[in-house]
C-alpha cells in the first residue's frame, strides 16, 4: 500500500492540505492555549532582556540583548521546526487524526501537506510576534534594504526546511507525546551551547565544533546576519557572517531529513490501525483516572 | 465556504465494477502474531448490499479481522478480496470506495462539523462516477445522521452519541460501495443505541451499500444483520441469517424432571418423543415435568460465559453441535 500516491488526485489532494494547514491556522487564534503559545515565547524574551539590562557583547559596545534578538528569532524557527512538528505528529498519531487521514484517498498527502501549512504559519506567525516589537524598540536592530529581507527570508525557509523532517521523524518515533522530554532536555542543551543567549567565541573548541554540527548555531548565526550591522561579524567565528557554510549545515540537514523522514513516516502510517488507537486511548484513560 | 475547493477529476474515468461481485471474499485466512495463532481459518463471502455482522466474544478475532478487510493489517495466510482488490495491495482508488467508521476520541477537536466533513469530502471528489456522485453532498449528510442542529458546533463540544454519529458521517462521506463498522455502539446508552440502529438501517435501505459491522452483542446482530457470522476461537463457527441460527440453536430443547424426589436433566433434539418414553417407563413417578427451547441468546450466552471462563475449546464444540 502507498501513503503517498502522485497523480492528479493526489495533486488535489495537496490542495486539499493546504486548505487543510490555512484551517488549522485559523483554529490557532482562536483559543487560549494556542494563543498563549505564540505570546509565550515574546514574554521570556522581555524577561531575559530585562536581566540582561545594559550588558554589552564582549569586545564591543554593543547591547548584548540586540544581539540575542536576532540569535533567538533563529532558535524559535528551529523550535517550531522540531517541536511542533514532532508533538503535533505524535499527538496525532495518538488521538487518532492520522488513521483517519489514512481511512481516506490520498488522506496521507493531504494529511502532510496540512501538517507542513500549519506548522510553517505557526513559525511565521511567531516570528513576526518577536520581530515586530524588536525592530521597534530595541536599538541596533535594523532590517535595511532588500539584502537584509533576501537574508532574513532564505534563512527562515532553510532551516524550517532543515528542521521539519527531523522533527517529524522525531514525532513518529515517539511513542507518547508524554515522553517529548527526551527531546526537550538535549534541545536545551544544544541552545546553551549554540551561542543564542551568549556568544560561544570564548567557549571551548571542542564545544564549538559540537554546536556547528546542528543548525540551530546555523539558524541563529543567519539571523544575526540578516538583522545586525556589519560590524558585528567580527566577534562571530572566524569574524565573518559565513553564509556559504549555513547554507551547506542547513542544506545537508534538509537533505538527510527529506531523504529519512519519508521512510520513517511510512513506516509509522503503515503500522497505525483501529486497534493501535484504542491500546492508546485506554492508556491515556488509566492515566486520567 | 470558499476554503474548500472542489478536486479536478483524473483524466482517466474510473472504471465501473460489474455488480455481480461479492463484495467481500474471504478465504481460509490466517492470522498468527509471534505463536499465537488468532484467525485460523476463516472464510466467508459478503454479496453487495448484504448488511453482515461478525459477531464473538472478545479477543475472538473480529478487530484483528476487519482490519485485514480495511487494509490496516497484513495477514498472515489466505486469500482476501474486498470489492475485488486484494486489501494489502489496495490503491486510493479502491480507498475512496470504502468507508470506515473509526471510533474517534478528541481528533479534529477544534473543527467546526460541517467544516470537517466539507474538507474530508473534498478528497473523495475525483473518483466521482455517474452511478456514485462522491462526495455525499455535506448538508444532506449533516442531515442524515442528524446532526443539523450541531453543523456549526465545534467537535470538541459534541456529546457521546454526537460524535459518534459524526464517526458514521465521516465513514460514508465519499458513498461507500462497502462500509466497515468495528463495535460501533460500545459506550452507548440505550437510547443513542437505538438512534444507530435507525442510522444503519437508512444506510442500507439509501445507497445499497454493503456494511461488514462486528459486535459481541447478539440482540445488535440479530437487529442489524441480514446474516451473522460467528467468530469464536479464530474460526467462523455458524453462518446464517438469525431466523436461520436461532431455529439451528434451538433446535434442541432442555427436559427437567423429578423422580422419586430425584431430579433430571437431559438434552434431547425431539422432546416430545423422549418425554412419552420417559412416561411410558414411569408413569406416575414423573413429576415436576418442564421442556424448554433454548433460544439463539441462550445458547450463545453460555457459549460466551464457557469461551471467556477459559473453557474455549469444550465451549466451542458444545456450541458447534448445536448450532451446526
Given at each position: 500500500m502507498s501513503v503517498i500516491s502522485l497523480g492528479r488526485p493526489a495533486m488535489g489532494?495537496?490542495?486539499?492540505?493546504?486548505?487543510?494547514?490555512?484551517?488549522?491556522?485559523?483554529?490557532?487564534?482562536?483559543?487560549?492555549?494556542?494563543?498563549?503559545?505564540?505570546?509565550?515565547?515574546?514574554?521570556?524574551?522581555l524577561v531575559v532582556f530585562f536581566f540582561m539590562g545594559d550588558a554589552t557583547v564582549p569586545g564591543t559596545s554593543f547591547a548584548l540583548s540586540s544581539r540575542t534578538m536576532p540569535s533567538a528569532l533563529g532558535m524559535s524557527v528551529a523550535f517550531g521546526g522540531l517541536v511542533t512538528m514532532a508533538i503535533a505528529l505524535a499527538v496525532d498519531r495518538e488521538d487518532g487524526t492520522l488513521l483517519r487521514a489514512k481511512a481516506i484517498p490520498n488522506g496521507m498527502t493531504g494529511y502532510l501537506v496540512g501538517k507542513i501549512t500549519l506548522v510553517a504559519g505557526m513559525g511565521l506567525v511567531s516570528?513576526?510576534?518577536?520581530?515586530?516589537?524588536?525592530l521597534i524598540f530595541l536599538d541596533g536592530l535594523s532590517v535595511r534594504g532588500a539584502s537584509s529581507w533576501f537574508t532574513l527570508i532564505w534563512v527562515v525557509i532553510l532551516g524550517m526546511v532543515a528542521t521539519m523532517p527531523i522533527g517529524a521523524i522525531f514525532g513518529s518515533l515517539i511513542a507518547n507525546p508524554r515522553n517529548m522530554g527526551m527531546?526537550?532536555?538535549?534541545?536545551?542543551?544544544?541552545?546553551?551551547?549554540?551561542?543564542?543567549?551568549?556568544?560561544?567565541?570564548?567557549?571551548?573548541?571542542?564545544?564549538?565544533?559540537?554546536?556547528?554540527?546542528?543548525?540551530?548555531?546555523?539558524?541563529?548565526?543567519g539571523m544575526r546576519s540578516a538583522l545586525l550591522p556589519d560590524s558585528m561579524a567580527s566577534v562571530e567565528i572566524g569574524e565573518s557572517w559565513r553564509h556559504l557554510p549555513t547554507v551547506g549545515v542547513l542544506g545537508a540537514w534538509a537533505v538527510f531529513g527529506l531523504v529519512v523522514a519519508p521512510i520513517v513516516l511510512r513506516r509509522m502510517a503503515r503500522r497505525e490501525s483501529g486497534s493501535r488507537v484504542a491500546e492508546r486511548r485506554e492508556k491515556a484513560m488509566q492515566r486520567v483516572a | 465556504m470558499t476554503v474548500v475547493r472542489q478536486l479536478r477529476a483524473p483524466t482517466a474515468a474510473v472504471a465501473e465494477p460489474p455488480d455481480d461481485l461479492a463484495a467481500i471474499e474471504?478465504?481460509?485466512?490466517?492470522?498468527?502474531?509471534?505463536?499465537?495463532?488468532?484467525?485460523?481459518?476463516?472464510?466467508?463471502?459478503?454479496?453487495?448490499?448484504?448488511v453482515l455482522a461478525l459477531l464473538g466474544p472478545n479477543g475472538a478475532g473480529k478487530t484483528t479481522t476487519i482490519e485485514i478487510l480495511e487494509g490496516f493489517r497484513i495477514r498472515s495466510a489466505g486469500e482476501v478480496r474486498v470489492l475485488g482488490v486484494d486489501p494489502g495491495h489496495g490503491d486510493e482508488r479502491w480507498r475512496a470506495r470504502l468507508g470506515v467508521v473509526l471510533q474517534s476520541w478528541r481528533?479534529?477537536?477544534?473543527?467546526?462539523?460541517?467544516?470537517?466533513?466539507?474538507?474530508?469530502?473534498?478528497?473523495?471528489?475525483?473518483?466521482?462516477?455517474?452511478?456514485?456522485?462522491?462526495?455525499?453532498?455535506?448538508?444532506?449528510?449533516?442531515?442524515?445522521?442528524?446532526?443539523?442542529?450541531?453543523?456549526?458546533?465545534?467537535?470538541?463540544?459534541?456529546?457521546?452519541?454526537?460524535?459518534?454519529?459524526?464517526?458514521?458521517?465521516?465513514?460514508?462521506?465519499?458513498?461507500?460501495?462497502?462500509?466497515?463498522?468495528?463495535?460501533?455502539?460500545?459506550?452507548?446508552?440505550?437510547?443513542?443505541?437505538?438512534?444507530?440502529?435507525?442510522?444503519?438501517?437508512?444506510?442500507s435501505d439509501i445507497d445499497d451499500t454493503t456494511i461488514l459491522l462486528t459486535t459481541h452483542d447478539l440482540d445488535e446482530a440479530e437487529k442489524l444483520a441480514d446474516r451473522i457470522l460467528i467468530l469464536a476461537g479464530g474460526a467462523i463457527i455458524a453462518d446464517g441469517s438469525p431466523d436461520q441460527l436461532s431455529r439451528r440453536a434451538s433446535a434442541d430443547a432442555?427436559?427437567?424432571?423429578?423422580?422419586?424426589?430425584?431430579?433430571?436433566?437431559?438434552?434431547?433434539?425431539?422432546?416430545?418423543?423422549?418425554?412419552?418414553?420417559?412416561?411410558?417407563?414411569?408413569?406416575?413417578a414423573i413429576a415436576d415435568l418442564e421442556v424448554r427451547r433454548a433460544s439463539l441468546e441462550d445458547t450463545y450466552m453460555a457459549f460466551v460465559r464457557e469461551y471467556e471462563s477459559g473453557r474455549g475449546a469444550a465451549a466451542l464444540r458444545a456450541f458447534e453441535e448445536v448450532t451446526r
Open positions: 489532494a495537496a490542495r486539499a492540505g493546504l486548505a487543510r494547514g490555512r484551517i488549522e491556522l485559523r483554529h490557532t487564534f482562536t483559543n487560549a492555549q494556542d494563543l498563549w503559545n505564540y505570546i509565550f515565547p515574546a514574554v521570556i524574551l516570528l513576526a510576534i518577536q520581530l515586530i516589537p524588536g527531546i526537550m532536555l538535549p534541545l536545551m542543551g544544544l541552545i546553551a551551547t549554540s551561542g543564542i543567549f551568549y556568544p560561544i567565541t570564548n567557549f571551548p573548541i571542542w564545544l564549538q565544533w559540537t554546536a556547528q554540527a546542528f543548525p540551530i548555531y546555523w539558524l541563529g548565526l | 474471504v478465504h481460509d485466512l490466517r492470522m498468527r502474531y509471534g505463536t499465537n495463532d488468532v484467525l485460523k481459518g476463516v472464510s466467508f463471502t459478503a454479496r453487495r448490499g448484504e481528533d479534529h477537536g477544534k473543527w467546526q462539523v460541517r467544516e470537517l466533513l466539507a474538507h474530508l469530502g473534498v478528497y473523495y471528489a475525483p473518483y466521482s462516477t455517474p452511478r456514485v456522485r462522491r462526495p455525499w453532498d455535506v448538508d444532506d449528510l449533516i442531515d442524515a445522521v442528524g446532526l443539523t442542529p450541531q453543523a456549526g458546533k465545534r467537535v470538541s463540544q459534541l456529546s457521546g452519541g454526537q460524535r459518534r454519529r459524526l464517526d458514521v458521517a465521516i465513514g460514508i462521506v465519499g458513498r461507500p460501495d462497502l462500509l466497515f463498522l468495528d463495535e460501533p455502539t460500545a459506550g452507548f446508552d440505550p437510547e443513542a443505541r437505538r438512534e444507530f440502529h435507525d442510522l444503519v438501517h437508512r444506510l432442555e427436559v427437567r424432571w423429578s423422580r422419586d424426589g430425584e431430579r433430571f436433566v437431559h438434552a434431547t433434539g425431539d422432546a416430545t418423543a423422549f418425554v412419552r418414553e420417559l412416561f411410558q417407563q414411569y408413569g406416575e
